[in-house]
């Protein structure tokens, strides 16, 4: 079995290992290191290269938000998953704009931090529910606001917004038509169509193109 390589970014080190502690037991999962701040963070991500950056927002020199910014640039093959106590909106969307491709609550259980891990891991974006409401709820709240009368090439519509909105919080065809009230062909199709204006491949670089350009 290939292990999970996981590296640990808290500046509490009773925090780094109550972590490792839920983790170490996992058999799919390896610990390769650790970190106390985002700066050191990003030093250990190019010596170790791990699949998975578990780190937290509040850390001295480099915050995990900036750190996540620099590897998801640098070391784009490491994916950060933000876990923080931390529940408001301005956190979640930076974390998110950042290019993180999760975000927990330190208080959420053992079985969801291993899912959301695993998910990761696997290129998929991971959020818990009540996360996943605030990023929803601020991408909702954008499609409310006028258009502007500027037409830039990569411009969506409202609906394409909306359906991309959930994509980007992991829903998949069928959970994103049952929220918006549209059958499920109609979700693939506008999501094919935004691949496609946009150049993309697959549902990662969709999300991470709408991300990067601010699409929604």
């Known amino acids: 079995m290939t292990k999970i390589k996981i590296l640990l970014a808290d ?31 990003l030093t250990k991500v190019k010596e170790l290269a791990p699949d998975v950056l578990l780190l937290d927002i509040a850390m001295p020199i480099m915050t995990g938000i900036e750190a996540t910014a620099q590897i998801n640039k640098l070391y784009p093959e490491t994916r950060c998953l933000v876990l923080s106590m931390h529940h408001d909106e301005d956190y979640i969307l930076k974390a998110v704009e950042s290019g993180a491709y999760g975000y927990l609550l330190k208080d959420n259980t053992r079985e969801e931090m291993l899912q959301a891990i695993r998910r990761v891991a696997a290129g998929e974006k991971y959020f818990g529910p009540s996360v996943s409401n605030v990023i929803v ?70 999300v991470r193109k709408a991300l990067d350009e601010k699409l929604v």
């Open 11 to 41: 500046d509490h080190t009773l925090v780094r290992n109550g972590i490792r502690s839920m983790l170490e037991n996992s058999a799919d999962l390896e610990i390769v290191g650790e970190a106390q701040n985002g700066a050191e963070a």
């Open 137 to 206: 709820a601020s991408y909702l709240q954008k499609l409310k606001e006028p258009e502007t009368t500027l037409a830039p090439k990569n411009k969506l519509s409202k609906q394409e917004k909306a359906v991309l909105a959930f994509i980007i919080e992991g829903s998949n065809s069928r959970e994103i038509a049952e929220k918006l009230n549209l059958s499920v062909r109609t979700v693939d199709n506008h999501r094919a169509s935004m691949m496609k204006r946009l150049k993309v491949k697959n549902a990662v670089e969709l």
